[in-house]
């Protein structure tokens, strides 16, 4: 994780939070002070890490790191007064967001983030692994869109035209995905 962003009420707390960030390796550390200045930065910004310190001066602070949690692609930690943790940590874990109860601890909030990294970094791992599937679905179909176009133009059969692809991607050291937009190209209008 490289870049993280404060929301936070108090200019104590976001200069001990980026303090304790600071020695979790983060580069790039920003700060607002109230939930609507926060959805409107992220609009236009996106952030590795989200920390939100409730009660925010316009509102709670659960909606929006739920809100965080349900559209954006980082991770959440957000801050509760420890007398409504229980009550709010339920809520929230079951949209993402991890509740940490204040006043924070150290270890506790170390281990937050620990916690958020390692998440971080699944989401990164299925997010790759989601693509390379993608690809293989995109590529499936483009090599069958081929096959049916050889057998529509050349009157090949299924086996024939798959044969055909495989031959030309040999021969022509290419994959079956470059050879199948080629016959595409030549035989699709």
Not at 83 to 98: F, K, L, P, T, W
């Amino acid at each position: 994780m490289e870049r993280a962003l404060i929301v936070s009420g108090t200019d104590k707390s976001v200069a001990q939070l980026t303090e304790m960030l600071s020695h979790a390796a983060l580069s790039r550390v920003s700060s607002v002070t109230t939930a609507g200045e926060a959805r409107r930065l992220l609009t236009s910004a996106d952030y590795d890490l989200y920390i939100v310190n409730s009660p925010l001066p316009d509102e709670s602070g659960e909606s929006l790191a739920c809100g965080i949690a349900e559209k954006l692609a980082g991770e959440v930690i957000l801050l509760v007064k420890a007398d409504r943790y229980e009550e709010v940590s339920d809520m929230v874990a079951e949209r993402g967001v991890i509740a940490v109860s204040k006043p924070v601890n150290r270890t506790l909030f170390w281990g937050a983030i620990k916690m958020a990294d390692a998440a971080h970094n699944r989401f990164n791992m299925m997010r790759r692994e989601n693509m390379k599937l993608q690809q293989k679905i995109e590529d499936i179909r483009t090599i069958d869109r081929a096959k049916c176009v050889l057998i529509s133009r050349m009157s090949m059969t299924e086996p024939e035209a798959h044969k055909y692809i495989e031959k030309q991607a040999m021969d022509m050291r290419q994959t079956r995905r470059a050879i199948a937009e080629g016959i595409l190209k030549t035989y699709e209008f």
